[in-house]
């Protein structure tokens, strides 16, 4: 599946449906170290959008999360590569001590809740 930002909605490329209604992006490289982290949750339809400046194996890791998300990676046409589903906050259980990465190079990570 390929997507299309217009403003702040997520599309699918090919269909033109809305994915999402309001899509936060974080481009610094401090928003992108912080991420979501101490967020307490993200509205139903919104997404966080992570874009960095190259293309590579982006590491996403769940420190400070209150809740479990769903991770998209994306290319640079903005193609789906890889999607982690479910990730949960990193507690004291050493399962949650992850770094989840995609198989190919991401330009974007799409952040949304876990349902």
């Not at 997520?10 to 610094?28: F, Y």
């Not at 998300?69 to 479910?86: C, Q, S, T, W």
Request: hydrophobic residues 45%; aromatic residues 10%; charged residues 25%.
């Amino acid at each position: 599946m390929q997507l299309e930002l217009r403003g702040k909605r997520l599309l699918n490329k090919r269909t033109k449906k809305v994915l999402l209604s309001h899509v936060e992006r974080a481009t610094s490289p401090a928003a992108l170290a912080k991420g979501l982290m101490g967020r307490k949750k993200l509205s139903p339809g919104a997404g966080f959008l992570l874009v960095f400046p190259t293309p590579s194996r982006q590491g996403i890791w769940m420190f400070g999360m209150r809740f479990a998300i769903d991770i998209i990676f994306l290319d640079a046409a903005m193609k789906v590569i890889h999607i982690v589903r479910g990730a949960q906050p990193l507690s004291l259980d050493p399962r949650t001590w992850k770094i989840y990465r995609a198989p190919k190079k991401a330009l974007y990570v799409l952040e949304v809740p876990f349902y």
